[in-house]
């Protein structure tokens, strides 16, 4: 079956470290989305990519980064990871192009920064 | 811009209960309207959805009716169950071009026996 994974599940860095969530999907979706959950905000869109070598900025984006350089991966990097950073990573596609439609979405990347 | 609001939780029922969770909405253009659901520890799941107006999605016993009028897509079910209990989200798609999926900030649902 088709599937959408996130790695690592769990992860715990330091104040200044770069740190890269991966996100890999096997339904061939162009549309991918990285979200962060926190209490009392819901998920807020951190970037998006339409396809290769396309990125987008979302709500939140500063202190992020992101690369889509083939359909399937599109890795999450935090720069210096901050405290304010701490929180779940949620990565999810789509496959309608021009109208997001349903999102499927991994199960999630818990960050800690101490 | 889009925003969603749903009402505030956590929401506490009885096994059996009958549930509303309120969402409504603004957003340009004709949008689509989806409830995801978030069980612990997991990701969120397509619930159900409705693409245009006065038109009822429905799954697992739950329901909700795009109300164009009144700009709501409030999430009902008649009888909730103790494996109902997760966090619940109101999510306007808007319609043309490039767009991206709004969530409202999510209703915590717990259901006791």
């Known amino acids: 079956d088709a599937e959408i994974t996130q790695s690592p599940r769990h992860k715990i860095t330091e104040t200044g470290r770069q740190v890269t969530l991966a996100c890999h999907q096997t339904?061939?979706?162009?549309?991918m989305f990285w979200y962060r959950q926190d209490l009392g905000h819901g998920l807020r869109l951190i970037h998006y990519?339409?396809?290769?070598?396309?990125?987008n900025k979302g709500e939140v984006s500063d202190g992020y980064s992101v690369s889509r350089s083939n359909t399937e991966d599109l890795p999450l990097t935090l720069e210096s990871a901050a405290s304010s950073q701490t929180s779940v990573y949620f990565c999810?596609?789509?496959?309608?192009?021009?109208?997001?439609?349903?999102?499927?979405f991994g199960e999630g990347s818990r960050l800690t920064v101490l | 811009g889009n925003s969603v609001t749903q009402m505030e939780g956590p929401v506490t029922l009885s096994e059996e209960a009958f549930l509303t969770i309120n969402c409504t909405y603004t957003?340009?253009?004709?949008?689509?309207l989806f409830w995801y659901v978030q069980y612990p520890g997991e990701g969120l799941q397509l619930l159900l959805k409705?693409?245009?107006?006065?038109d009822k999605g429905s799954n697992k016993g739950f329901e909700a009716t795009y109300r164009k009028e009144t700009t709501s897509f409030h999430l009902e079910k008649g009888s909730v169950q103790v494996s109902d209990s997760a966090v619940y989200f109101c999510?306007?798609?808007?319609?043309?071009?490039?767009?991206?999926?709004?969530f409202g900030t999510g209703t915590k649902l717990q259901v006791i026996p």
């Open positions: 999810a596609s789509s496959d309608e192009q021009g109208f997001p439609g349903e999102l499927f």
């Open positions: 339904w061939n979706h162009n549309n």
């Open positions: 990519s339409y396809g290769v070598h396309d990125t």
């Open positions: 957003a340009t253009g004709y949008p689509s």
């Open positions: 409705a693409t245009k107006a006065d």
């Open positions: 999510a306007p798609s808007p319609s043309g071009g490039y767009q991206k999926v709004t």
